[in-house]
């Protein structure tokens, strides 16, 4: 019997599969460098926040590590540094890393007369 020019057998769909299968590992990465640079961008907005809320602490007469840790979500607290040279606030963040390989770190300083 003719079923029109079509051949029977799974020939081109299992070969989609097969090109699925090898540059799945290839989407996987390139998912994982975006995702990455999005939380480089989150840290740096949020290393920038901290650093406006230390000097808003720090012109206020209280703590400003207290201020810039209270600001950051719990992953960016572990490796932060804060330093104060009157009236600016200087702040460290380590980069979370989702792989394990070290991206550095990001700094940002903010200044705010004291309010005292």
Known sequence: MHDGG???GGGESG?????????????????LVLLQLLVVGVS?????TAARDAAR???????????????????FRRHLTVTTRAPSVHINLRIP???????GSL???????SQR
């Open 107 to 113: 700094s940002a300083t903010a200044s705010m007369e």
């Open 6 to 8: 079509r051949e029977h």
């Open 44 to 48: 740096a907005w949020l290393a920038s």
């Open 15 to 31: 070969q989609a599969s097969i090109e699925f299968v090898a540059l799945l590992p290839l989407l996987l990465a390139a998912a």
């Open 57 to 75: 602490a720090s012109a206020l007469g209280t703590d400003p590590r207290r201020a810039a840790v209270t600001s950051l979500p719990a992953p």
């Open 97 to 103: 890393t989702l792989t394990g390989i070290g991206l």
